[in-house]
């Protein structure tokens, strides 16, 4: 330990004595509780004033009560007992802090905890300062790039704000305050980072991936582990922001990373339980939101030029941001950034929620080309996201073209926002990447789509039309799909006559006496359709039509032998003849339609 701290100290005790402040007031500890311990006869005492227990133990002054002083322990050396002397200091307790902690991993006793050494050059460090006054604060107008395009772009920091980091466990909320660090590199940016409650591995873990990129040489690690007493954990990010203030105060910014404020309110809670003081909503005590707030309100921009920006974190469960801890810390800062375990669980890191996250201090931190480009990627990736949570699960081929370039664009961007951890992005490199996702009135959404994914058209249902024009008629029965051949109009939609043809008949029908009954009718398709030349016959079916019709229909009626006699009956003829007698129309006798047989006397 240097001596000129030593004779600091020396002198300042001759001093006291001078003045006759060496007068301390001894009490007796009455009750002992774990680490919180009532002692009686401290009439003179004040809050956070030292007290020591003998040679056993030290702490604070938590809360006074009417017969007794509550103290809580910081270090504790053998075991307490009931009757123990305990003298008040006159002093408020103070951390002690060396300017050689840089690039190390102290406590709040000035211990460099990868050695278990304290340094020489220690000076005392009040756990609190007096709040800067307004009068003393300027606008904050000056980014912090984090080197993470998803909060630089959208969501950005400045210097001196206070931007809060929640996420359940494990969703990369520590990562984030570690490539906010990285990324300060070169920056002349002095980083805290404070582990509230972490395990040993937990610390040593984060001091080499620190060291591997060449941060811890503007780092410093302030720790209090899980193993130390609640009082020591409570203290510690009160001790961190008193160490930055006094670099701001010297005109240097100054990057806090607090991890995590959630741990910190149960050691906080647990005190207050053991002292007695009454319990709240989820037992933590009424001055929970005051003890935060007085804690976050020294991040500032001075007028001085220097500044102290703060990144609390708090854990959340079960994605509940409304948690008691988790909505006061959004009320007392700046903005948040929400980390989403689902997003997380999908590949996207960081697992930011895009839709919950926000900062109130927006594009006046940020410069006008990142500012522009910023706005329109966010714009475009919140309304992807919001189109996405309805028809994520809809066929792509039921979509429509705009809605299709809608969801490309959207993936491209959010696929974009993706990095690997301790891989910072300048700005530069930030407005190169998306300035293709900017308005431009002279460009349209699909020229951002890949060259191989070209527009898909819908294909509408078309319903079956039929190739030819159909003709009604009154048959009752439904009528067979026609093929696709072309149909005559007709006069009449009632009955078609058949024509007579030139070609010979294929049947002979003769009768002397008896009548003969007509050949039934046959369905035949109209492509094979062949109209007799016999008879008028009524259809109801549209028929095809020869292309020369005459006025008149003519039957005819060919007589053939067979064997030299007359057939009573129609005959099949096995060979048609090659000049079949064709008979005129004035001998042939008209059939009336009711009739459905031929007469001795119409027989030829």
Known sequence: MDSNYISE?????????????????????????????????????????????????????NSIKEDVVVVALLKIFSPITVGDKASSSNVLYTGVYSNSSIGRVIDLFGEDKLTSKSFDDVRDIPIERKTIPIMDRTTVNRPLFTGISGIDLMYPIGKGQRQLI??????????????????????????????????????????????????????TIITAFNDELPPV??????????????????????LVVIDDLKRHAEAYREISLLSGKTPGRDAYPADIFYTHSRLLE???????????????????????????????????????????????????????????????????????????????????????????SVYELVN??????????????????????????????????????????????????TSKVPNNIGPVEMVQPVAPVAPVEMVPTNAPEAVAPVAPVEMAPTSSPEEIVVPAREEAPDFVIESESAPVEAPQEETISPLDYQ???????????????????????????????????????????????????????????????SSNSVSDEETI
Request: aromatic share 8%.
């Open 298 to 388: 020294k991040g500032c921009q001075h007028k001085n030029g220097g500044s102290v920006t703060i990144l609390p974190i708090v854990e959340t469960k079960g994605g509940d941001i409304t948690d008691y801890i988790s909505t006061n810390v959004i009320s007392i800062t700046d903005g948040q950034i929400v980390l989403s375990a689902k997003s997380f669980q999908k590949g996207e890191k960081p697992a930011i929620d895009y839709g919950l996250s926000v900062s109130r201090l927006g594009g006046q931190v940020q410069e006008e080309a990142v500012k522009k480009i910023g706005n329109d990627v966010r714009r475009k990736l919140l309304s992807y996201l919001e189109t996405r």
């Open 396 to 445: 792509s081929d039921d979509m429509s073209i705009e809605l299709k370039n809608k969801f490309m664009e959207g993936k491209i961007i959010l696929s974009s926002l993706n990095q690997y951890k301790f891989s910072p992005r300048s700005s530069e490199e930030m407005v190169e990447m998306f300035k293709d996702f900017a308005d431009n009135p002279e460009e349209n959404t």
């Open 531 to 593: 109209p007799s030349i016999d008879s008028e016959v009524a259809v109801d079916a549209p028929q095809m039509v020869a292309e020369a019709p005459v006025e008149d229909p003519i039957v005819v009626k060919p007589e053939f032998m067979v064997d030299g006699e007359d057939t009573d009956a129609p005959q099949m003829i096995a060979s048609v003849p090659e000049e079949p007698e064709i008979i005129g129309v004035e001998d042939v006798p008209v059939v009336e339609e």
């Open 9 to 61: 100290q020396v002198d300042a005790k001759v001093e006291s004595i001078k003045n006759n402040n060496n007068v301390y007031d001894v009490g007796t500890v009455v009750k002992i509780n774990n680490f919180i311990v009532e002692i009686a006869g401290l009439d003179n005492v004040m809050f956070y004033e030292r007290i020591n227990i003998s040679d056993k133990a030290f702490g604070y002054v």
């Open 166 to 219: 929640l996420g359940d466990k494990r969703t990369g909320k520590t990562q984030i305050g570690l490539d906010t660090i990285v990324n300060q590199k070169g920056k002349d940016v002095l980083c805290f980072y404070v582990a509230i409650g972490k395990t040993k591995k937990e610390v040593k873990n984060i001091y080499f991936e620190l060291v591997k990129r060449g941060a811890i040489d503007y780092t």
């Open 233 to 254: 954990i409570s203290l510690i990010p009160y001790f961190a922001l008193s160490v930055a203030e006094d670099y701001m105060m010297q005109g240097k910014d100054v």
